[in-house]
């Protein structure tokens, strides 16, 4: 094995085992794990397209984390429009169509922010970097105004949503397995599109060398539209699944953009292999800092809210090229 | 009359790279069919001569044609659909991609790399067997192969080639030597090249580049004779 | 000498005068007086005073941030977190050690000048080394930090914040409101002067020349590190006696000093204002400010639909932010500059 591969399996496994230590059984333990399993999956959703578009482009989209907040809302008021209800009665099958709308939706703002928005400040990177910040405000701000400033939790329940079973006398909930089913698989077919597709071949080839790609004759500036495009859907995707436990809140875009960041940061900027293995790695600890931290002899909640950044901090200080990445 | 039969004609380019004034008129004029090289001490402008040609720097004033279009306002991936194949200094082969993903992508249709497996792999023989390892597992000359064979999978009708004996080993270039005049039977070659034998044995037609500007062009066979240009310009003997 | 330099900067000393005058003026016109009405922190003059000391403020903040954004190219998203370190600083000596009064106020200034170097220094010397693209990571990471940490902090009484009692009376808002605004305006005047020296002195042309193209200036010999490090670490000093007025003046530090707004609004103000200007942040804060606070109760009718500005506002400032980025990337005062040497020419 690589040594980096060693170190990550390492990681992992003294993360688990960490969560097996502070658990006082083994359905608690189920817990902690399903947990972590669940927040990686959801900030995977997040980091996959911040990791691409930034090899690809290195553009760092500060906007990532608004389009998984925009996935929420559109997938909660898809789901709970009377209207919408109205017509399809069957909560399964609307909220199977929440989540398309919202992936729809977070496709077109993300091919328009790039189009529109990024190609005119190629030539200027550092005010690429200063707009998508600007975006995540405006997204954020927009949200505000169309949804207004409260948060929504999540209401017109359905089956899938709330069945559970029990398991060394704790409940799990399906929801979850399902996310991370689904998360999952996407981890493996993003991964085929970028291995087996002539276009995942130009834009592995496009995170080395974009000058060299576009003169071979490819467009490479199209071939930027369609990897914001499906970067952005897929943020937004995550959004539409996550809405059902965690409601939509504009807080959600910060949230979820500072983890998916130390994410990055921990599999290397760039690094689709990284990327995957640092969300695993993330969510596990998340999930196990929040039991530890939660702990009566440790009492210190914030520790578990403060681990990504800890995290991202601590990787930057000791290999700022993270996991899998080249360094620097 | 000579722009009817060259395939490519630069006339007069001048190149800026961010406020340096790198090319100040250059001109090269190339027939179809020959294999035309560019010569000059290092920082004469001859790489940025081909990257503005390939339009990655493009000009600021001047044309280049190509079969008689105009290349100069087109972005590098339009030239490159003309027909153009390029191969640039230090070979720029994909490090994380496998030889024959390294092949595949630069196809334009769709079947360019079936069609032209035979003739690639009979040019470089060693590539066969490498199809599976990552370019970056390859050895310098192999890299170099690599690259050519890149620029061959499409049927260009002209090959941009940048400094190909650089760095590598006399039997190698011998090698390189062979492949570059055998293709240059289906298509025109325009080298780069510091090794004056090895531009003294393959190119039919020179140009020398001396502080970004053209300074003498004409036939190989003349240059060779004269050995006082030669030393003028490129302080070799 | 002085006749001269009084003579080429007539505008900043008019804008001075008129400043200084200013709260009189008002005082003068709307017959309250500049001192507070019967003893008691009320009337026009005092209520623009108070507005004029926040926009003071966010210049300084801005000012501070166009030091590292636009002299010296680096993108830094945590400006905040200098920012609030400033208002705790105080706040915690003041509230939580036996110091009180005048030397509370003098050791708090001082261990915030310290503590925000500190950092400033740290924060540079991890990130600086890598890509730009780290920085703005890494402070953007911190700063969060910091913020969720004083949220949550019980010795800081977390979300609800403290108020701060012990101030000396002669800068107490409430009490003296209009010795506090002078001691704002001579913070906003020398971080002014200050910034103009440091940028027109050898050091400044390396920084200019670091944003410029930070691998040419390293080429020639400088250790563009080190020059990145000091305009880290001034702005971060400047930044953090913005937030130390900013706290004096609401009387109340609370983790909100920390927000990101903190890091957001003067990232706003430079750009818009103008990036790389000495005006342009202070047009930036004047005109965001004073806009957000005459629109506030605005509302608009488009077309039917009616549009409350004042709830919108940020909403409204992401926009004209994006539209300046592509269209307008010198800002407010470098555009009317270019425009104004193409007129003459």
């Known amino acids: ?328 | 009359m000579a722009s009817s039969e060259a395939i490519l004609e630069v006339k007069d380019i001048h190149t800026f790279i961010g406020q340096f004034h790198i090319l100040e008129g250059v001109s090269v004029s190339l027939p179809r069919g020959s294999i035309g090289v560019l010569l000059g001490r290092n920082g004469a402008g001859k790489t940025t001569t081909l990257r503005t040609i390939m339009g990655i720097t493009p000009p600021r004033s001047g044309e280049v044609r190509f079969e008689g279009q105009r290349l100069n306002s087109m972005r590098s991936f339009s030239v490159a659909r003309m027909g153009i194949g390029y191969v640039p200094e230090h070979r720029a082969i994909f490090k994380g991609l496998t030889v024959r993903e390294n092949l595949h992508i630069a196809e334009r249709r769709s079947g360019d790399f079936t069609r032209k497996a035979d003739l690639i792999f009979d040019l470089f023989p060693d590539l066969k067997r490498l199809v599976h390892l990552p370019g970056g597992n390859l050895s310098g000359g192999q890299q170099q192969m690599l690259a050519i064979a890149r620029a061959l999978v499409p049927d260009n009708r002209l090959l941009l080639i940048d400094e190909p004996s650089e760095g590598l080993a006399p039997v190698i270039i011998e090698q390189l030597m062979h492949a570059i005049r055998r293709l240059s039977e289906q298509t025109t070659v325009l080298l780069v090249e510091q090794n004056f034998r090895m531009a003294s044995q393959l190119a039919d037609r020179y140009t020398i580049i001396d502080e970004g500007q053209s300074a003498v062009a004409g036939d190989m066979r003349d240059l060779v004779k004269d050995q006082a240009l030669i030393q003028r310009y490129l302080g070799v003997a | 000498m002085l006749r001269r330099t009084l003579a080429s900067n007539w505008f900043y000393v008019v804008l001075m005068i008129a400043l200084i005058v200013l709260p009189h003026a008002i005082g003068w016109v709307s017959g309250d007086s500049p001192f507070g009405v019967r003893g008691r922190p009320v009337g026009q003059s005092i209520y623009w005073q108070g507005i004029l000391i926040e926009v003071f403020v966010l210049a300084v903040l801005a000012m501070s941030y166009n030091l590292v954004f636009g002299f010296t190219g680096v993108i830094s998203f945590g400006h905040a977190l200098f920012f609030g370190v400033g208002g705790y600083i105080l706040g915690i000596v003041l509230e939580y050690t036996d110091l009180t009064g005048e030397v509370g106020l003098l050791i708090g200034i001082g261990l915030t000048l310290i503590v925000s170097a500190v950092l400033g220094l740290v924060i540079g010397l991890v990130t600086l080394r890598l890509r730009g693209v780290y920085f703005a990571m890494f402070t953007l990471a911190v700063a969060e930090m910091f913020y969720i940490f004083f949220s949550r902090l019980a010795l800081t009484r977390a979300e609800d914040g403290f108020a701060l009692t012990e101030l000396p009376v002669w800068i107490d808002p409430t009490r003296s409101r209009l010795t506090f605004y002078y001691i704002a305006l001579a913070l906003l005047a020398v971080t002014f002067l200050f910034i103009r020296r440091l940028i027109f002195s050898p050091t400044g042309a390396v920084l200019l020349a670091v944003r410029e193209n930070e691998e040419r200036a390293r080429t020639i010999g400088f250790d563009t590190l080190r020059f990145k490090l000091l305009a880290i670490t001034v702005a971060g000093m400047i930044a953090s006696l913005a937030g130390l007025i900013q706290v004096i003046l609401n009387k109340k530090v609370g983790p909100e000093v920390l927000n990101v707004s903190n890091t957001i609004d003067p990232l706003l103000m430079t750009i818009i204002g103008g990036a790389g200007t000495f005006t342009g942040p202070v047009i930036g804060a004047a005109g965001l400010h004073l806009g957000d606070r005459l629109l506030r109760d605005l509302v608009i009718e488009v077309g039917g639909a009616s549009i409350d500005i004042g709830a919108n506002w940020a909403l409204i400032l992401g926009i004209v932010f994006i539209l300046v980025v592509l269209v307008f990337p010198y800002g407010i005062v470098g555009t009317f500059r270019r425009w104004r040497t193409r007129q003459a020419k």
């Open chain 1, 1 to 328: 094995m690589r040594p980096n591969i060693l170190v990550s399996v390492a990681l992992l496994v003294a993360v688990v085992a960490f969560g097996y230590f502070l658990s006082p059984d083994l359905g608690s333990f189920g817990i902690t794990i399903m947990s972590g399993l669940f927040q990686g999956m959801l900030l995977f959703l997040v980091a996959s397209g911040l990791s691409i578009i930034f090899g690809l482009m290195d553009v760092l989209n500060f906007a990532q984390g608004a389009y998984f907040m925009v996935g929420a809302y559109v997938s909660y008021s898809v789901h709970h429009s009377p209207d919408v209800m109205a017509a399809i009665p069957d909560p399964n099958i609307r909220f199977f169509l929440s989540v398309i709308s919202a992936v729809a939706v977070g496709a077109i703002l993300g091919g328009l922010l790039e189009r529109f928005l990024l190609r005119p400040l190629y030539a200027r990177p550092v005010f690429q970097i200063v707009l998508t910040f600007g975006v995540a405000i405006v997204m954020t701000e927009a949200v505000k105004f169309i949804w207004s400033t409260n948060p929504y939790s999540w209401t017109v329940l359905f089956s899938l949503r709330d069945q559970s079973f029990q398991l060394f006398g704790q409940s799990f909930g399906v929801y979850r397995l399902v996310v991370i089913g689904i998360g999952f698989a996407l981890i493996i077919l993003i991964g085929l599109l970028l291995q087996r597709t002539r276009i995942g071949i130009i834009i592995r080839a496009g995170v080395e060398d974009r000058e060299m790609v576009e003169a071979l004759g490819i467009n490479v500036r199209m071939v930027f539209t369609l990897v914001f495009t499906i970067g952005c859907a897929v943020a937004s995707f995550g959004g539409a699944i996550a809405a059902p436990f965690l409601g939509a809140s504009a807080g959600l875009a910060n949230l979820f953009l500072l983890s998916a960041i130390a994410v990055v940061v921990l599999g290397g900027m760039g690094s689709y292999a990284g990327t995957a293995m640092g969300s695993l790695l993330l969510g596990l600890a998340l999930s196990v800092m929040q039991v530890f931290a939660g702990k009566p002899q440790i009492g210190l909640p914030v520790l578990a809210s403060m681990t990504p950044m800890m995290l991202m901090i601590l990787v930057l200080l000791v290999r700022p090229g993270g996991l899998f990445g080249k360094g620097r």
